[in-house]
C-alpha cells in the first residue's frame, strides 16, 4: 500500500511565497516521475510541473520563473517552490507520483495526493 501526504497550502498575499511537499512511503520499489497538478472546482487538473528521477523538469508556460520543482529521492518527497505568487494561482493542488511496487508485482501506477488548498489574495 502507498500513500501520498501533501502539505503547506495555505493563504497568502501576492508577491508572496508558499512551499508544498508531498510525501510518498509505503510498498514502494522505485519511483519514476514526480508532478504537480492543480484544479480550479468545475475546471480540469491541469500539470503545473514534473520532474524525472534524473532532475529534468517540466513547467506549464504560466508558471515559468515564478515556482520551481524538486525532489528528494532519499526521502521520496517532491517540492514545489512558489515564489511571486498572484491571484490566478489560487487552486487545489495535488501532487501526482509514479510508482513501481515491489516484487512480484513490479507493476507501474500512478498515485495521486490528497489535494491542498493554495489561496493567493489581491
Known amino acids: 500500500q502507498v500513500q501520498l501526504v501533501e502539505s503547506g497550502g495555505g493563504l497568502v498575499q501576492a508577491g508572496g511565497s508558499l512551499r508544498l511537499s508531498c510525501a510518498a512511503s509505503?510498498?514502494?520499489?522505485?519511483?519514476?516521475?514526480m508532478g504537480w497538478y492543480r484544479q480550479a472546482p468545475g475546471n480540469e487538473r491541469e500539470l503545473v510541473s514534473d520532474i524525472s528521477r534524473a532532475g529534468s523538469t517540466n513547467y506549464a508556460d504560466s508558471v515559468k520563473g515564478r515556482l520551481t520543482i524538486s525532489r528528494d529521492n532519499a526521502k521520496n518527497t517532491v517540492y514545489l517552490q512558489m515564489n511571486s505568487l498572484i491571484p490566478e494561482d489560487t487552486d487545489v493542488y495535488y501532487c501526482?507520483?509514479?510508482?513501481?511496487?515491489?516484487?512480484?508485482?513490479?507493476?507501474?501506477?500512478?498515485?495521486w495526493g490528497q489535494g491542498t488548498q493554495v489561496t493567493v489574495s489581491s
Open positions: 501526482n507520483v509514479r510508482i513501481r511496487l515491489p516484487w512480484p508485482s513490479l507493476a507501474e501506477s500512478d498515485y
Open positions: 509505503g510498498s514502494i520499489f522505485s519511483i519514476n516521475a
